[in-house]
């Protein structure tokens, strides 16, 4: 069997693990474009958005399956001193093959240059271009700078267009290298004997399976691990994943009762064991601040890589829509809605209506994170002239998820507080399911993003997407109605805790 050729995201995926890297190239996954608004779509248009720092760049267009004449290519045009820069810049060295975002001409050499769509330099950049160093120095390419150009967070958006330049920040990162480019060819080799093999690897999951990126084959990898697996649990510590393994304990259901654990994996290992649910004997004074009668109050925000709006910067968190659920003393549930227009900065309109709609109440407004509160501080921050009204709706607030994450646990929370896991538990019929098009607040924050940014604006397709979001928001406060009143009921079950 040939040994398949590498590339920079299969040394990556090496990396991170062989197993992984050698079912990406026998067993790979169907190619699906990336959805708008994801990682790699976001990472593509940073990466176009970069070119414009080098104006009279000339692109190398083959597709990677024409990787030797994208090669030729590229040597032509390093010979033409008049291109000053060239983008997706494609070099073969024995079985590797890359593409370079950019290469820039200078005096003294060239320019490596890797585009990157985060706020910094992460550690697990410097793999990728010490590789891709590797390779172009193999080539006979003479670098003078090897650099990262990644968002600039710090970059405020004047009232005009973007200025690209200060956009984006350069950083070298040249010295960094070294000690990465002499791993680079036992790394190769390591790789090369994994692919050349017949047979996948083995290689236990553990953290390495999302670290730095999720892997896509999870889900296969763990199919015969039973469904209370070990590594499951909360906040399991290596030590502890190593002495269970040492015991033979695969299923949290089987670690021994005197297996130390912390407070909430006892609790945790307890009641998956036992099939029974635990509820704290201090439920009913956690619970008295918050109702009912309550208001149900959740938000939803974009984060714009590049800024939409004068004033504010790469990936500063937008609100954009918020719902809200009452529930008055004779039982009596109502709802109110906010979705903003996408033709401005949607943050006053946002914090006007909020104003608006919990002005002349006092009832405590249950939340279900942290999330609520840092965006009204932040709010009120942004609009002095609120900050009173704002602050009123601060000093209201209730969170429910520590009440949740402290004093209760159910087996079918599956190892989760978020509202997505406890509210079908805690109340069976609730559920997510049925909401296809927006069902999660990363969908809901690129949703509203693309209608923002102008990407989508057929009318008919708006109207959809802005049906779906406030259907999806809806929903959330629904659940923590739903998990509110699961929680209530139970100190009738169990007023003095589990049994």
Known sequence: MATPHLTKSRYLAGLQCLRRLWLQVHEPQGYEEPAPGSPIDVGLEIGRKAQLLFPGGVRVEEAPWQHADAVARTAALMQDPSIPAIFEAAFAHHDVRLRVDVLERRPDGWGLLEVKSSGGVKDHHLDDIALQAHVLEAAGVLLSAIEVLHVNTAYVRGPGAIDWPAFFARVDVSDD?????????????????????????????????????????????????????????????????????????????????????????????????????????????????????????????????????????????LPFQWSLHVLAADGTLSHQAFLAGTDGDPRRAFAETLIAALDGSDLPIVVYSAYERTQLKALAAQFPDLAGPITAIINRLADLLPVVRGAVYFPDFSFSNSIKAVAPALSPGFGYDDLADIADGVAASAAFAQMASGAIVDPAEVARLRGALLAYCQRDTLAMVEVHRALVQLLQSWPSGSP
Not at 239 to 265: C, E, H, N, Y
Request: hydrophobic content about 40%; proline content about 11%.
């Open 177 to 317: 290298l070294a000690a990465r480019m002499s791993e680079v060819p036992h790394r190769l080799a390591a790789m090369r004997d994994s692919l050349g093999r017949e047979t996948l690897p083995h290689a236990e999951p553990g953290k390495q399976c999302s670290n730095p990126y999720a892997c896509q084959f999870w889900d296969r990898c763990t199919a015969d691990k039973p469904t209370d697996w070990v590594r499951y649990m909360p906040r399991l510590t290596a030590a502890q994943a190593d002495r269970l393994d040492a015991l033979g304990v695969t299923a949290i259901s089987d670690i021994p009762s005197d297996f130390p654990l912390a407070g909430k994996q006892a609790i945790i290992r307890d009641a998956i064991a036992s099939g029974q649910p635990y509820v704290a004997p201090d439920l009913a004074r956690l619970l008295h601040r918050f109702g009912p009668p309550a208001c149900y109050l959740d938000f939803e925000a974009m984060m714009p890589p590049i800024p939409l709006y004068e004033g504010t910067r790469p990936y500063q968190t």
